[in-house]
């Protein structure tokens, strides 16, 4: 049976302020936290801000973040550290789709997926995980995807992304073991919101709600890695073993 433990203690850092599924996690994380909402054009957050501060946040506050600008984020986490008490949650929670079709024909398309859901991802993490070793404490939120599992043609670039990210944080998750330190991975599969706005849902399909049930739960369980929903754990441990003719017909 797993152990049960609340998340640890102090502000929650969200990093993609508009996120659905960020959102979602945080609301249910906010009661009594100084909240930080980190997004684009941060001074847009409003919504957003009434949101949070409605599920019982003590304080939430604001700032700029663009996760391309990888020169700037030890300086904001530092910051946030800072001017609003130590770290408790960190939620990494931006990313694009992308264009596959685009991508292919693209480079420079393809390389801006990669760099905002993998490079800027190990940015961040590398930072936080810094902060939060010293702090002796902390939870890290990363959204992989099952699309990284084993990559599609159908969206290669998004998924070698999501396999490069799944790979680096089960790296980091073990080499936090012992620090008090401790990291979420989430694999998700199709999220039917915003993102995925006008495709055709994927089986076992969930939603933004669910996805934020599931982490909460996982990181009250301190588990190390959460399949949402958890019946595509054994459907992709099965797909692993497809052959390579007929897993490149395979969909989104």
Known sequence: MSRRAEPAAG???LLGGRSEIGLEVTTRLASGRTVVLAARRSTDLDAQQRRVEQAGADAVHTVEFDANEMDTHAELLSRVAERYGPIGIVVLAFGILGDQARAEDDAQ?????ITTDFLAQVSVLTHASKILRAQGSGDLVVFSSVAGVRVRRANYVYGAAKAGLDGFASGLCDSLHGSGVHLLLVRPGFVIGSMT???????????PDQVADGVVAALRTRRATVWIPGTLRPVFFAMRLLPQWLWRRMPR
Not at 109 to 113: K, P
Not at 198 to 207: D, E, I, K, L, R
């Open 11 to 13: 502000t929650l850092l």
């Open 197 to 207: 706005e006008g495709m055709t849902p994927a089986p076992m399909s969930s939603t």
């Open 109 to 113: 398309h393809a390389l801006d997926v």
